[in-house]
């Protein structure tokens, strides 16, 4: 089960300094999550506004289960807030099949760049890398995305695969889709990103992600308010 969680760890691992302009009218995002076509749980955004300050809420919970028996459960929440559109700080608490793991970002404007004290990775960042919870599709602009469960570097290649209609929940899509992969061919590769997203052409909402990997794993949007 180690390898379902790091799968899954690269595909939820938003860009720092992202156009948020792009969903001041969203206030609720809402995904299921499926495996093997089996649903197992959830993905949730809630998006607070208090002046200059807007908040992301991330709620995320799965669990695997056979013949009534619980293998793997995970369960993750997030707050990612922006001051005047920008960037402002990031913090995560993942519960890992009971093993916790934790992100803490924020800008350091003296030196202009992000600093990360993370399970995984302690240090500075390019204050263009992404910080991964895919809401936002600036994502697709990034050279790297940092993990929101742990804070470690993935550098990653982005290839537009065009754009096509999609149906999704009885609901048709004009979507934008992309495929993302890491750029470090080093890595093991249950650790390799390799994850096609779709989002909506009009909105930008994120409405599709589908990755193959110990079995065949979707977010597929549920509702957006």
Same mark, same amino acid.
């Given at each position: 089960m180690k390898k379902i969680f790091l799968i899954f760890l690269i595909l939820i691992t938003n860009n720092s300094f992202a156009d948020?302009?792009?969903?001041?009218?969203?206030?609720?995002?809402e995904y299921d999550l499926y495996r093997n076509d089996k649903l197992i749980g959830y993905h949730k955004y809630n998006f607070k506004r208090d002046n200059e300050f807007l908040t992301v809420e991330s709620d995320v919970m799965f669990e695997i289960t056979k013949l009534g028996i619980t293998l793997y459960k995970y369960y993750a929440k997030s707050e990612e807030i922006y001051k005047n559109d920008k960037f402002f700080k990031f913090s995560a608490k993942t519960n890992q099949n009971k093993k916790e793991k934790y992100a803490n970002?924020?800008?350091? +404007?003296? /030196?202009? =760049?992000?600093? @990360?004290? %993370?399970?995984? #990775?302690?240090g500075s960042a390019s204050k263009d890398f992404i910080v991964g919870t895919w809401w936002n599709h600036k994502i697709t602009e990034s050279k790297a995305?940092?993990?929101?469960?742990?804070?470690?570097?993935?550098?990653?290649?982005?290839?537009? +695969?065009? /754009?096509? =209609?999609?149906? @999704?929940? %009885?609901?048709? #899509?004009?979507?934008?889709?992309?495929?993302?992969?890491?750029?470090?061919?080093?890595?093991?590769?249950?650790?390799?990103l390799n994850t096609d997203i779709w989002y909506d052409a009009k909105t930008k909402i994120w409405i599709k992600a589908a990755f193959d990997k110990t079995g065949y794993w979707e977010y597929r949007l549920k509702k957006s308010n």
């Open positions: 948020v302009k792009d969903y001041e009218n969203i206030n609720y995002i970002i924020s800008l350091n +404007k003296n /030196k202009d =760049e992000l600093i @990360i004290d %993370g399970s995984s #990775y302690k995305q940092i993990s929101a469960v742990s804070g470690r570097i993935i550098q990653q290649n982005v290839v537009f +695969k065009g /754009k096509k =209609e999609i149906e @999704i929940n %009885g609901k048709k #899509y004009q979507a934008l889709h992309y495929n993302f992969s890491s750029s470090d061919k080093s890595l093991a590769k249950e650790k390799k």
